[in-house]
Each structure stands twice: as structure tokens, then as C-alpha cells.
């Protein structure tokens, strides 16, 4: 017998994702967290399978993931790529071989798994939700003011992946709400992280801040919050919606 899973979450071991995990588990929801790293001991209510967004054969490793858990009625896609990756992507300075590095590795996987769980969500006749994760740049430009006093320069890449989500999203719920299938995404702002080298940077923090009208960062359960409503009946006339998570960020 196949195992009942609540959520499916791509992505789901880095710094948003593991906090919505911790949100699902604390109420009482099964989550099966597809990743290359895992940072979560398996127990009743959470598994682990590796998986590799950028490889060739998604649809079948998918597939083999599918004939031990029956497919949820939630997916959120919390994917991410290192920030390395970035180096070099400023629209004043980019390769060819980079952008198409970068989508490839990134938009176009996210395209091509939404378009898995979609559909087999429309097969198996599930009325759920489909969530992704863009940005605050995928719905407004990237501010250089912002950057003003530190080192960290602007991705053309970055904002073409975040754009193509919202759009995906739009797209993707239209065609898809008939099914009873929602489609929205979660744009966070920026999100504070001790391991993030950029909060240690007095000009950025000053620069930031000075643009969000609650006057501090998200934390990773303001965001998970987000996701975890989306999810829920709460939101049950909500589709098609790109949900800026900001403080208000975008409305400077």
C-alpha cells in the first residue's frame, strides 16, 4: 500500500524550507522532502528521498518516488541554487553560457516539475495547491540604492528566474483551476540569516531597512506562514496570486 503524504516540498532542507516542514509536521501533516541534502531525522510524519532538480531524468525519478507515497495534495516547490552561480550576472556583465546555465538549471526545472505535479494532480483527480517560491525581484526591479556602500552588484539571471515564476504561476492557474487546482507563489523580502554574510554588512542592513516600512526583516517563519495559508481552506478562492511577503518592501 502506497503511503498517504500531505505535502511534497522541493527544496525543502534549506533555510525556508525547513521551517515550512517544521510548520506541516506541527500540525500533524506528513511531508516528503525531495533534496540533495537532508538535515531532518526520518520519523512517522517525514521522509527523505535525494533528488537532483538539474538532472535529465526528473520525470523518472519522480516517477519512482510515486510507486511508494501517493501524490499530495499539496506541492510546494522551495527550491534554490547557490549564490555562486550569481557571480558575474549583473545586466552590464553576462555570459551567454551563464544565463543559459542559470535557466536552465533553475527556471526551466521549475517549470518542467510544476508541469509533473500538475498534471498528475489533474490525473488522479486532486483538488490541492501547487506553491512556488519567487521574490520580492521577480514583481519589482532590484533597487542599486540598496547596494550603495558594500560589494554585492545586481543578477539579470536572478530576476529573469523570479519573473518567469510569477508568470508560470499565472499561466499555470489558469489552466489548471477547471481541476480544482490553485496556483500561487510566495515572494519573500529579505530574510535575516546569521549565515548570510550581507546582514553583517552595515551599509546593506541600513540601505534595506530603509525601505520596509515595518523597519526589519523577515524571519523564516514569517514566511513559512505564508505557505502554510496558501496550503490551507483559508485560502480556498486565493489562485493565481504571486504574495509579496515583505514588510512592505514593494510598496516603496
Not at 23 to 38: E, G, M, R, T
Not at 71 to 94: A, E, L, N
Amino acid at each position: 500500500m502506497k503511503k498517504k503524504i500531505d505535502l511534497v516540498i522541493l527544496g525543502g532542507s534549506g533555510l525556508i524550507g525547513k521551517e515550512i516542514i517544521y510548520k506541516f509536521l506541527k500540525n500533524n501533516k506528513s511531508v516528503l522532502n525531495l533534496d540533495i541534502k537532508n538535515n531532518l531525522k526520518n520519523n512517522n510524519n517525514y521522509f527523505f528521498k535525494r533528488f537532483d532538480m538539474s538532472a535529465k531524468n526528473i520525470e523518472i525519478q519522480l516517477n519512482k518516488f510515486f510507486k511508494v507515497y501517493k501524490h499530495p495534495k499539496v506541492f510546494i516547490d522551495c527550491s534554490y541554487i547557490d549564490r555562486g552561480y550569481f557571480k558575474d550576472t549583473s545586466i552590464k556583465k553576462i555570459s551567454r553560457d551563464k544565463l543559459d546555465l542559470i535557466l536552465n538549471k533553475w527556471l526551466s526545472s521549475t517549470v518542467m516539475i510544476s508541469s509533473y505535479f500538475l498534471n498528475n494532480m489533474k490525473k488522479n483527480k486532486i483538488k490541492g495547491n501547487v506553491i512556488l517560491t519567487s521574490s520580492i525581484y521577480g514583481l519589482v526591479a532590484q533597487d542599486l540604492n540598496v547596494y550603495k556602500g558594500t560589494k554585492i552588484i545586481d543578477s539579470i539571471a536572478y530576476t529573469l528566474v523570479k519573473s518567469g515564476i510569477n508568470n508560470l504561476v499565472k499561466n499555470a492557474a489558469v489552466s489548471f483551476g477547471k481541476f480544482g487546482i490553485k496556483v500561487n507563489s510566495v515572494c519573500p523580502g529579505g530574510i535575516y540569516s546569521l549565515k548570510d554574510k550581507n546582514f553583517k554588512n552595515k551599509n546593506f542592513v541600513k540601505n534595506y531597512l530603509s525601505k520596509v516600512p515595518l523597519k526589519r526583516f523577515a524571519t523564516s517563519k514569517d514566511i513559512a506562514n505564508a505557505y502554510f495559508f496558501l496550503s490551507s481552506d483559508k485560502s480556498s478562492y486565493i489562485s493565481g496570486v504571486n504574495l509579496p511577503v515583505d514588510g512592505g518592501y514593494t510598496l516603496t
